[in-house]
């Protein structure tokens, strides 16, 4: 059903009919008092099926979201303004203290890996094998070494420092959450 459009009243015909006229106007260019339902949105969308209301409006007094505007699209009951879940706060933990300051760059940078290449022509199977534990896995470990080095340390600030930040910037959020749920924002 589409939105209830207005019928005017006969004027002249009665003597009250031109005040009762300027009354029903008033319904439908200015602000008035909005139907209260003091129940939730689903007995809402029961007792008052959205698609018989298209575009009206009502306030509802829902369990999860309190008292909040409505309006049927024709289809559903639509809260309007307000969230009708909160925003829960963040969770979890990082193991960290709290500290807000996070900074994050590029590791420096390792340079490239380089492995002395074995002997042109080895004497034996048993000199090749010695060449490469004495030069070339060595070299590969020491890379490895210093590689699992930058990844633990990020241009300076550890992993565990990154951590202590994160809960810091956590703990500014649901501060700000606490603040817009008591404004009435959320």
């Not at 589409?2 to 106007?25: C, H, N």
């Not at 534990?133 to 992993?159: C, F, P, Q, Y």
Request: glycine share 8%; hydrophobic share 40%; net charge negative.
């Amino acid at each position: 059903m589409t939105r209830p459009l207005p019928v005017g009243i006969s004027s002249a015909l009665e003597a009250w009919d031109a005040e009762v006229q300027k009354d029903f106007d008033l319904v439908f260019t200015a602000p008035v008092p909005l139907y209260e339902h003091d129940d939730t949105l689903a007995d809402l969308t029961t007792n008052f099926p959205p698609g018989n209301y298209d575009r009206c409006v009502c306030l509802v007094n829902d369990t999860t979201a309190g008292w909040v505007l409505v309006m049927s699209d024709g289809t559903n009951w639509i809260i309007l303004g307000k969230s009708a879940v909160d925003p829960s706060d963040l969770g979890g933990t990082s193991g960290g203290t709290g500290t807000v300051v996070v900074t994050v760059t590029k590791p420096t940078a390792l340079g490239a890996i380089s492995v002395t290449d074995p002997a042109d022509s080895p004497a034996t199977a048993d000199a090749l094998r010695d060449d490469l534990v004495t030069n070339a896995i060595a070299e590969i470990r020491t890379h490895l070494t210093d590689h699992k080095t930058a990844l633990d340390t990020i241009e300076g600030t550890s992993i565990d420092e990154m951590r202590d930040s994160i809960e810091g910037i956590q703990a500014k959020i649901n501060g700000i959450l606490a603040a817009m749920r008591t404004a009435g924002m959320m």
